[in-house]
């Protein structure tokens, strides 16, 4: 599958669409959710143009692979959910719900997260 560079997230790192920036550096975006499913829930991702995390970890450079768990961390401090402690997911593809095909990690934080997978 090739990327889609009209995805929303790319929308996004464009400019064209606004968003609620936590944190931003060379390789990495980091915004509020839209529609939080946590007091806290942030996407951290990359400005480079891949689809999932498999894609990610193959094709990104190393520094883009760093600064994206970097980026994770900082909003973790950023957000002051560490101490209380907080989840990170990133869905690829149909079978794991991934709504937008650009890699993002949902940052969730703020209440009890509740078992880690929905039973369906
Ligand atoms: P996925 O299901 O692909 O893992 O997650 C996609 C996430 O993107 C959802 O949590 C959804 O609320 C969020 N989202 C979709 N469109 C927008 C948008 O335009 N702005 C922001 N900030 N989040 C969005």
Known sequence: MTY????????????????????E???????????????VHVLVIPK????SMDDFS?????AEIAALFRAVGKVVELTGIAD??????????ANGGQEVPHLHIHVFGGRRLGPMLARV
């Open 84 to 93: 209380a402690g907080w989840r990170m997911l990133a869905n690829s593809g």
């Open 58 to 62: 193959a094709k990104a450079s190393d």
């Open 4 to 23: 889609d560079p009209n995805n929303i997230f790319a929308r996004i790192l464009r400019g064209e669409i606004p968003n609620k920036t936590v944190y």
């Open 25 to 39: 550096d060379e390789h990495t975006l980091a915004f509020h959710d839209i529609n939080p499913q946590a007091p």
């Open 48 to 51: 480079g143009a891949y689809q």
